[in-house]
């Protein structure tokens, strides 16, 4: 089976830099989306195809993928970014693996 | 605007089964792909399979053959999980997603629990 990991937990300041890593072997050769959970609700797309955003998700939300590390940015952090992040790959033989989360807390 | 709604909370005893709906909206439903994902109270996302809702191809997660079956009416643009055998650790929020490399739009999710 194929795995990511994630780290648990992530703090950040407000309007600060935060940055989620997510790793698996050759994480590049794969599409990587990122999506945001908040308590009780459903998850929501961020990132897909490693760097792409939605059409209403903010710019500050940025993503890359290499070698073996996919890496969700989000600048000038807001209190309303706090949530639970899973990165999600996809390739032809695994379909969807998603990493096991990380709570971004904004103090 | 694209919807796609799940039906109701359920109850299940061990050793039954369980199926879940999303009625999908806004959009053609056999263009795009319809996951299945499902999340552990507390616990992470977890994907359980993929079906095409124009073909009725299906493809399960290992941990998952044998035990689910995914399936479709096109005519009312319903997807369909139906998963056997429940035990305990089955108890979560079943969600379905539509998209091929991810998913853009997700419904509200279905709890089910399963306890004797």
């Known amino acids: 089976s194929y795995d990511l990991t994630q780290p648990p937990s992530v703090s950040v300041s407000p309007g600060q830099t935060a940055s989620i890593a997510c790793s698996g072997d050759?994480?590049?050769?794969?599409?990587v989306s990122w999506y945001q959970q908040k308590p009780g609700q459903s998850p929501v797309l961020v990132i897909y195809?490693?760097?792409k955003r939605p059409s209403g998700i903010p710019d500050r939300f940025s993503g890359s993928n290499s070698g073996n590390t996919a890496t969700l940015t989000i600048s000038g952090t807001q209190a309303m970014d706090e949530a639970d992040y899973y990165c999600?790959?996809?390739?032809?033989?695994?379909?969807?693996?998603f990493g096991g989360g990380t709570r971004l807390t904004v103090l | 605007q694209v919807q796609l709604v799940q039906s109701a909370a359920e109850v299940k005893k061990p050793g039954a089964s369980v199926k879940v709906s999303c009625k999908a909206s806004?959009?053609?439903?056999?263009?795009?792909?319809i996951n299945w994902v499902r999340q552990a109270p507390g616990q992470g996302l977890e994907w359980m399979g993929w079906?095409?809702?124009?073909?009725?191809?299906?493809v399960y997660a290992q941990k998952f053959q044998g035990r689910v079956t995914m399936t479709k009416s096109t005519s009312i643009s319903t997807a369909y999980m139906e998963l056997h055998s429940l035990r305990s650790e089955d108890t979560a929020v079943y969600y379905c997603?539509?998209?091929?490399?991810?998913?853009?739009?997700w419904g509200q999710g279905t709890p089910v629990t399963v306890s004797s």
């Open positions: 050759k994480l590049g050769n794969k599409y």
């Open positions: 806004g959009y053609t439903f056999t263009h795009y792909e």
């Open positions: 999600q790959a996809w390739d032809s033989s695994t379909y969807w693996v």
């Open positions: 195809q490693d760097t």
């Open positions: 997603a539509r998209g091929t490399y991810s998913g853009d739009h």
């Open positions: 079906m095409n809702p124009n073909s009725g191809k299906t």
